[in-house]
């Protein structure tokens, strides 16, 4: 059980801690401080009630998702919603796990597409061949994803300690490390919605993974000492994100004063690396911007590096590794899980199922090579994670559980955040961000069925 508890947590783990511990939730732990994070905690502790709810509504009686959802809360249409969701997050995580792989293999970012097919069908044979072993497999990545995370956060800023030498790019640095620890930080409403969304979209609610997870835990497992295990391992990692963040900017201004001070560097090269520059300052002082205009700030990271602190290769390889393990853990789950429900809602054989969640991953990461489309999809899960986390929780309010009073405050305080996002989304001057809102919407849709799917089972 010691094994199992250990592989299960590891489990958890590959699949919360993804991109979005390293793309969105530094920004909100440098900029709001400790004042933040204290703020931060309460969704997240929220959120891993609903998790361990969820899990243990399906471990104990034994059903497995769909068979929940029909016989418990009477809503067979959840699954599709939560599926079409689940799917959008497979892509939006596989394009950008490979636009980090470009990073680290050096090659241009128009092979992001390449790369995003590539690890599908990695992830669809890993997980045909492991079989019975997918638990152990899974694990054994994520184990390497975290002390890939923490020796990069730990090499970056060791090199950046001993190489910044600039006043100005010590003092840039030194506000940004100091913030993250301060509680002076000053919050703002409209920053603090943004990170609670952040916070329940970094955890992967609304695909309905806990469930599947609850449905084959040993009776015997606790699942309270692995979430605590995930919850630590949780605030760990996106420290040590935020710190390499803060680091970073002080190797950023360093390199930006050698550009400028050496002629053989071309003024456009110049010009980017202060323009990157300006994005990492932006991204660590600006909290009324929502976390969809930051997210690709994380890979101006190696640009700046480069050059600009010793063994730069290095410490370039092994971040953009952990952002694509990070990924790569939350793939295979979603790819796993999915063809679960897939397999139970559609009556499909398993690798059969495996293959139709690939595939759809595929062309949602596909489709996201173009600018428009790529924002609109990204916009869906900090739009609608909410409302779908609200969804998701619904069958414990059927439960007559002792806590289901617990579970409809989460609830009704996820529809309130969720509706007030999602206003957001709908006004905002940017088309592409109104369709992603739109779309988002459109994944509740299959809720309108419900009554015939029931008719239909009966």
Not at 167 to 186: E, G, K
Not at 323 to 337: D, Q, R, S, V, W
Not at 381 to 407: D, H, I, K, N, Q
Not at 435 to 455: E, H, Q, S, T
């Amino acid at each position: 059980m010691r094994k199992i508890s250990f592989l299960m947590a590891f489990l958890i783990v590959g699949y919360v801690l993804g991109i979005w511990n390293f793309l969105v939730l530094p920004k909100y732990y440098i900029t709001f401080g400790l004042k933040g994070f204290l703020v931060s905690l309460i969704p997240m502790l929220l959120a891993f009630f609903l998790i361990y709810s969820e899990a243990e509504s399906t471990k104990k009686t034994r059903y497995l998702i769909y068979e929940f959802f029909f016989k418990i809360s009477r809503t067979p249409a959840m699954i599709f919603s939560l599926l079409m969701f689940l799917m959008i997050m497979l892509g939006v995580t596989t394009y950008y796990s490979s636009y980090g792989l470009t990073i680290a293999l050096g090659i241009s970012s128009k092979y992001i597409p390449i790369l995003a097919v590539g690890t599908l069908l990695l992830s669809f044979l890993m997980l045909i061949l492991a079989k019975g072993r997918t638990l152990e497999f899974i694990s054994v990545v994520s184990i390497i994803f975290v002390l890939f995370a923490l020796a990069s956060a730990f090499l970056i800023k060791n090199h950046a300690l001993s190489t910044v030498t600039s006043p100005p790019a010590i003092r840039y640095m030194n506000n940004a490390v100091s913030s993250i620890t301060s509680f002076n930080m000053p919050l703002t409403m409209k920053g603090v919605l943004y990170m609670l969304v952040s916070v329940l979209t970094s955890l992967g609610l609304g695909t309905g993974v806990y469930y599947v997870i609850g449905s084959f835990a040993p009776e015997e497992l606790d699942l309270r000492k692995v979430l605590a295990a995930v919850f630590a391992l949780q605030i760990i990692l996106s420290f040590a994100a935020a710190f390499t963040v803060a680091y970073s900017l002080g190797a950023a201004y360093h390199a930006v004063e050698k550009a400028f001070q050496n002629p053989n560097i071309p003024a456009e090269e110049s010009m980017e690396l202060f323009t990157k520059f300006n994005d990492l300052k932006d991204y660590t002082t600006n909290t009324d911007r929502g976390p969809i205009e930051f997210i690709e700030v994380f890979y101006s990271i190696p640009s700046v590096l480069r050059g600009s602190v010793s063994n730069d290769t290095t410490i370039i390889v092994l971040l953009m590794l952990s952002l694509y393990l990070a990924g790569l853990t939350t793939i295979i789950i979603l790819i796993e899980i999915g063809s679960q429900m897939v397999s139970e809602a559609m009556q499909l054989g398993r690798n059969r199922s495996l293959g139709i969640v690939s595939l759809i991953g595929m062309i949602v990461a596909g489709a996201m090579t173009v600018s428009d489309v790529k924002t609109m999809f990204v916009v869906v899960p900090f739009t609608v994670a909410a409302l779908m986390a609200a969804v998701e929780s619904y069958p414990l309010l059927s439960l007559g559980m002792e806590r289901s009073r617990v579970a409809v405050l989460i609830t009704v305080l996820l529809l309130v955040s969720g509706a007030v996002t999602l206003y957001y989304s709908l006004t905002a001057p940017e088309m592409p961000v109104k369709m992603g809102a739109a779309l988002g919407l459109v994944l509740l849709v299959p809720l309108l069925m419900n009554r015939m799917l029931l008719k239909g089972r009966r």
